[in-house]
Structures are given as C-alpha cells and as structure tokens.
C-alpha cells in the first residue's frame, strides 16, 4: 500500500491489514521529489489519524520543509486535535 498523498517516512504511520504490524505508508517517489526537487518550506497534509502505537499528527521538519499533519480526528471521529496556525 502506498498513499501518494503524503512522503514515506513522515507521519505515515498505520496499521497492516493483514500483518497487523505498524508500516509507513507514505509515497517514497513523492518523498524523492519534495526533497530533491521542489525542496518546499511547508508540505501539509491530513485525513492519516493516529493508530494505536504510533502518531502521525504534528510537525516534522527535515532539512528545510516543514510537514505537517493537520487532522484532527480520531479513528472514532472524535475531534482530537485542533490544528495549526502558520504564518507565513
């Protein structure tokens, strides 16, 4: 499983479907590209929710991007987090 929405590697984290094992599931070809092409400040995305034993909700910042996760929901749909403010 690969979602191209989001880098492999950064708040990526779910749950194997079969294994049950905590896997990224992020897209290694858009991580390539973020880092070594179009090198952004800010790269932010959602709708990941946090799994049991593992976060993806926050900021994470490699080399000069800044990614963050802005979903605010649980697996239960239960607002959880309540955002970012970015100035920019």
């Not at 990224?24 to 952004?40: F, M, N, S, T, W």
């Not at 709708?47 to 929901?73: P, V």
């Amino acid at each position: 499983m690969c979602r191209i929405d989001r880098p492999k590697g950064v708040l990526d984290i779910t749950h194997d479907i079969e294994s049950k094992e905590l896997v990224q599931v992020g897209c290694a070809a858009l991580r390539r590209h973020v880092e070594e092409r179009i090198k952004p400040k800010i790269l932010a995305f959602g709708h990941l929710h946090d799994e049991k034993g593992g976060s993806n909700y926050g900021m994470f910042t490699r080399g000069a991007t800044q990614y963050i996760n802005w979903s605010c929901c649980n697996l239960a749909a239960k607002l959880k987090n309540n955002g970012f403010v970015i100035e920019m």
